[in-house]
């Protein structure tokens, strides 16, 4: 077997992709094939039903469920304000002790149930409308639903992030790959930035940067505790993007202390000054989605497209990066691909490869389950 | 072709992550697995095509057998009438996830629970319960099952002639979500209605033109009575027409999937992967009239199968754990039985943050192997929490009658959880079967009866045993097909049994001897063993030998017969041998002081020698 499929990140300079932007429900799209749009243009909108409230009339007055309908004094479809009457009991003679029961909320009173004295009180409806994430041509319009968005640009996956999408201009706050985020690198001249740092960054600076106003921070590694004390909770399934933290985040390498690979440093370091969409949202299931930063290029930036790759094969010569211990974060170079099965440390029999770390840094026979494609 | 004829068979299996491929010929009078290939799953990108999978790893076999098994054009598995190729294929998935569905139900502890059933039933993964109370506002619910994109929705609700609206407002949640199938654009995705009879027209008018809609009966007609079977048959075959058709490259699979039979061609259907593996664990009870419960842990889910009496009849129930698996699901481990409990199986001392990061890096790269003996450790650790959890969930869904017109009281219905009773009986367990990766693929079977027994504590008498090279799946589906094949295949070469494990049961005094074991061995010498409190013990008893036994249990100890009362009957050895466990059962605990929970950990993992010796230097001293 000369080669092997092997997972790995897409990193490229410059690269053409497109972005679907849809509505939660169906609604109005607001711009049209071929237009121009910048990130924070609105390219649709709708009205999301108001949330629902229900309430049991008949167990507030202790009447049953179908003589109800007499003591409503409001009509299915009738506007409701908070507080206001919705029905009230006869009293004692028609005059004492009436009992009232009033609206929790403000909208419209939609159904009542005979059968069970339930009240359904609905909330005014919520606008939504959603813009084009980054800028860009609309290569795409699905009617009734949204837009699919082209653009030209450096994209960049990282392999872990949490929060939505955020846009901000990109900042260095490290001076190399390796070096973790210190406290007094967040200033406020952070604010409403997309910060790209090192190795690390430990919960107490992240906290700080969220303080700071920092839209998005981009960094190596962050260790796992630190995340169960951000969130309040551990995660379980990844599947992530919708957490409201003040920020969005993404690992590039993983948990820990983790350089960043040194040719996504390089890349974001060029583009240093620009504005950046990000988005954190994770799917590590079938149909797996990964963390994004997207940096729209214009003009003499806009140079011959790389072909991404997000999987491939992997041959003699391959650049690597090993993502488990012991040899977790190295990079390094395929030097052979036996077809025999090999028994490691672990006791376990496996495919192996053979590779030369970078810089004379030896050489080391791992799984080839345990490494990733890089691009260089 | 006569079913006798058949002398040469092709299975796979197409999991989330490998496809694997066995031969199974007759050879001197019986059939045998011949060989094995495997290849990485290929429904994703950048193939997106199932089947290239199925040709890499069937090819392997060609190689290694240095014939032809493909068609000349390489374009599909070489079934024939004559000596070309093989005489049958066929295959089960899991790919692309498996089934994964997003069930709705008024209230979630009645119809949102049956309809869980139902689904998990069928062999789905339920990953959203949807229920009109279930806290989350109806926009946030239209969110979660458009962000989820489930290949199929189950809507209940309401008993026949109760109200409406709950379950029609329901409707409106899944239409304004629109949700799109996974595979297949453009395709209507399935909904399943078995609600409340009275509101079939109301949902038909919101679902109707939207979704593939298909009405079968309620799944609870009246509050104390249960009917999952036509629920859980059209999944089924939804899952066929639907999901497996719209997968990529199923289409052309399903076409190439059968045998001839008297010169026509028959079409074998693909088999969800659990499905098979559970009709085999049904079969295989049946046949030997015994108790079984089998799990397969794999990367994203774990599945539990058992077959247990209920009113002296035999039940087959099957659940899947979605969020519980070494690779995908590993985080979720964690967070479900908390780093507490996963550290206890750690024969090492462990700084907490480290493990974390561990364990998180597995999670975001799901497809890595343990390359150090520390790594894997910490790996079969995990494994035994989930495998724990995953019986936990078995237990409470394993209740009651089986399938159609599961009959309630009144009461167990506002307690759905605890209704009816478990039926899973570990002193009445007489087979414990392991499946996956973990279990499989343990470089010592040793390590597989520690984690079977650490996880599962089987109680009194109990075989274990270990699928070889996991092919439960490729016999399921075979069973169908061919069933003397599947058995014999099965039991000589699948299941590896692992030895008797001998537990005793009941409040034990500390320091004291729980059982002696009389033991006439293969070569009529005699012998006697103790088991110990707190203490296991590996009596040398290899594959096939047998020995006649006296087990006397201590005074108010259960080995089967009751309290106090003593065993007599045949225990049988495997590749690991006779394992005595003394540790105790209910409860089974482990020492809470560190120190010693680590003394322990390591003196039993010594017992059953299941590491390398090197491992009592593994992690931070103390």
């Known amino acids: 077997m000369a080669f092997a499929y092997t997972p790995g990140l897409r990193v490229a300079a410059v690269a053409d992709i497109v972005k679907t932007r849809r509505l939660p429900l169906k609604g109005q799209v607001l711009v049209k094939k071929g237009d121009h749009v910048k990130a924070d243009t609105v390219v649709a909108r709708t009205e999301l039903p108001g949330n629902v409230k229900m309430l049991n009339i008949a167990n507030i007055l202790g009447v049953p469920s179908r003589d109800i309908h007499e003591l409503l004094r409001i009509k299915e479809g009738d506007r409701i304000e908070e507080k206001g009457v919705l029905a009230q009991s006869k009293g004692l003679f028609g005059k004492f002790f009436k009992n009232t029961v009033r609206s929790p909320i403000e909208g419209v009173f939609e159904s009542f149930n005979e059968i069970t004295g339930q009240a359904v009180l609905r909330e005014p409806p919520i606008p939504v409308q959603i813009d084009a994430y980054v800028d860009g041509v609309v290569e795409e319009v699905l009617p009734d639903e949204g837009v699919l968005v082209g653009t030209h640009c450096t994209f960049v996956q990282g392999i872990f992030g949490i929060g939505g999408e955020v846009r901000g201009e990109l900042m260095m706050i490290v001076d190399s790959p390796d070096q973790e985020v210190s406290p007094d690198r967040i200033t406020p001249g952070c604010a409403g930035k997309v910060l790209v740092g090192g190795s690390y960054i430990s919960n107490s600076t992240l906290r700080k940067a969220v303080s700071m106003g920092v839209k998005a921070m981009v960094v190596g590694g962050f260790d796992d505790k630190d995340l169960k004390d951000l969130l309040g909770y551990d995660l379980g399934v990844a599947i992530t993007g919708h957490e409201k933290k003040g920020i969005t985040l993404i690992l590039t390498e993983g948990f820990g202390r983790m350089g960043m690979a040194h040719g996504t440093f390089d890349l974001l370091k060029s583009r240093e000054g620009m504005t950046a969409s990000v988005n954190g949202a994770t799917q590590i299931r079938a149909g797996v989605m990964r963390p994004e930063l997207v940096v729209p290029l214009q003009g003499s930036e806009s140079a011959s497209v790389e072909k991404g790759r997000e999987a491939g094969a992997m041959d003699i010569g391959s650049f690597i990066r090993c993502i488990r211990a012991p040899y977790f974060g190295r990079l390094g170079r395929v030097t052979a691909l036996p077809p025999e099965l090999v028994v490691v440390d672990s006791e376990a029999k496996v495919r192996v490869l053979e590779l030369e770390f970078d810089e004379g840094g030896g050489k080391a026979v791992v799984p080839r389950a345990n490494v990733e494609l890089i691009e260089r | ?622």
């Open chain 2, 1 to 622: 072709m006569a079913a006798r004829e058949i002398k040469s068979i092709l299975a796979t299996d197409c999991g989330s992550t490998t496809t694997k491929s066995i031969l199974i010929e007759w050879r001197d009078g019986r059939f045998r697995l011949i060989r094995r290939g495997e290849a990485p799953t290929t429904v994703e990108a950048p193939a997106e095509d199932v089947t290239k999978g199925v040709l890499n790893a069937v090819g392997e076999i060609e190689d290694l057998e240095g014939r032809q098994f493909l068609n000349s054009r390489k374009d599909g598995v070489l079934v024939s009438e004559d000596d070309q190729g093989v005489d049958v294929y066929c295959s089960t998935s899991s790919a692309g996830g498996g089934l994964q569905m997003t069930v709705a139900g008024v209230v979630k502890s009645m119809t949102g629970e049956s309809a869980q059933r139902a689904a998990l039933g069928a062999g789905a993964i339920v990953m959203d319960v949807v229920a009109s109370n279930d806290g989350r506002l109806p926009h946030e619910k239209v969110a979660d099952i458009r962000r989820l994109r489930p290949d199929m929705i189950l809507l209940s609700g309401g008993i026949d002639g109760g109200t409406m609206d709950h379950v029609v407002e329901l409707a409106e949640i899944i239409r304004a979500a629109d949700p799109k199938p996974r595979f297949g654009v453009g395709f209507k995705l399935p909904v399943i209605y078995a609600g409340n009879v009275e509101a079939r027209k109301p949902v038909t008018d919101e679902l109707g033109d939207t979704m593939e809609l298909k009405i079968v009966d309620n799944l609870r007609p009246v509050l104390e009575k249960e009917n999952l079977g036509p629920a859980r048959d059209t999944i089924h075959e939804l899952f066929m027409e639907h999901v497996m058709a719209q997968a990529p490259g199923y289409s052309k699979l399903m076409e190439w999937t059968g045998l001839y039979e008297d010169g026509k061609w028959r079409n074998i259907p693909i088999m969800p992967t659990p499905g098979a593996v559970g009709k085999l664990i049904e079969t295989v009870a049946r046949q030997l009239d015994i108790h079984v419960m089998g799990v397969d842990i794999g990367g994203a889910t774990t599945d539990v199968f058992s077959v247990f009496d209920s009113e002296g009849q035999p039940v087959f129930n099957r659940t899947v754990s979605a969020n519980l698996g070494m690779s995908y699901s590993v985080s979720n481990v964690l967070a479900s039985a908390g780093m507490e409990n996963v550290m206890r199986w750690v024969p090492f001392h462990l700084d907490e943050a480290d493990l974390r990061n561990r364990i998180r890096n597995k999670m975001i790269r799901p497809t890595t192997i343990p390359q150090e003996l520390e790594e894997l450790i910490i790996e079969q650790a995990i494994a035994r929490e989930a495998l724990r959890l995953a019986l936990v969930q078995h237990r409470e869904l394993a209740v009651g009658l089986k399938g159609v017109a599961q009959e309630r009281t009144i009461g167990d219905a506002f307690d759905q959880s605890s209704s009816g009773g478990t039926l899973v009986d570990m002193m009445a367990l007489d087979l414990l079967i392991g499946s996956g990766g973990v279990l499989s693929h343990a470089p010592r079977r040793r390590q597989t009866a520690h984690m079977l027994i650490d996880s599962f504590l089987p109680e009194g008498v109990t075989m274990l045993a270990v699928d070889s090279i996991f092919m439960m799946p490729h016999l399921g589906v075979l069973s169908e097909v061919h069933p003397q094949a599947a058995t014999e295949v099965f039991d000589n070469d699948c299941l590896i049994k692992l030895g008797h494990c001998v537990a005793p049961a009941g409040q034990v005094k500390r320091g004291g001897i729980l059982a002696e074991v009389k033991l006439t061995m293969p070569d009529g010498t005699e012998r006697t063993e103790t088991i110990e409190y707190g203490k296991m013990k590996l009596v040398p008893l290899g594959a096939g030998e047998k020995a006649k036994s006296e087990i006397e249990p201590g005074k108010g100890l259960d080995v089967g017969n009751g309290p106090g009362k003593s065993w007599t009957g045949t225990l049988e050895g495997g590749v690991v041998g006779l394992i005595l466990d003394g540790r105790g059962r209910r409860p089974f605990n482990l020492p809470a002081d560190d120190v010693k929970r680590v003394e322990k950990l390591q003196e039993w993992s010594g017992s059953l020698d299941s590491y390398p010796e090197r491992f009592l230097s593994l992690g931070g001293s103390r």
